[in-house]
């Protein structure tokens, strides 16, 4: 079950923004948001598959090799279920999507996130399936003014997220996570493609990190 949200109040936004109210994000390794859709419909299942059962649905659809740390989402039609999961994957995702589709709803389409959990050292993202061709598979056979088409789309919801603020009282960036960096308060750890880092410990370690490579770079592109 969905654990209760802290109920301090939240400091109005300016005008014309969106206050990000992060004491008010789900924080739980393991959350299940039993008002989603996916429990509300009509012959709905009383539970989400568990990780065991992900696994052996993408052990029946994936037969060739696989990326063991971001293996392909495995699609639940039946159930209108799509579950994202890896050793890459993290919560910080999950949590991005619930705020996006909490505070945006009508501006920056995003499939309904219907729980998380972490078993092991993977994260299992459950949310809804949209039914369709991605942009990735389409984008080669657009026409120009397709593209600039698509560009026009997305130009009002960029927007609408760079409208997104934080609670001046309680700044971060990335995941949350506290740290006193000379006697300042600090939420810092960017999850980015870089989502085991080890708590930074001082300004100059997270500067190494900001700076290090997110993973090792291929011959080509090492500068001699």
Known sequence: MAPLLDDRPVTPASPGRVRLPVSKLPFDKSIVFKNSSFFTQKGAPCALPSPAEVRAAANLINTGPRNLRRPCPVRFPSLNLLVKYGREITIAEGQCLWTIRSLLPDVVPVPEV???????????????????????????????????????????????????????????VGEQLSLTLSGLSLRLKITLCRPHWAPATSRCHIHQQLLAPCWPLPQRFILP
């Open 114 to 172: 219907f729980g998380w959990c972490q078993d092991g050292n993977e994260v299992f993202i459950y949310m809804q399936m949209v039914r369709g061709a991605t942009l990735e598979e389409r984008w080669e056979a657009l026409t120009r003014e397709e593209r600039v088409d698509i560009c026009e789309q997305l130009r009002p919801m960029v927007g609408a997220l760079r409208q997104l603020e934080q609670d001046p009282t309680d700044r971060f």
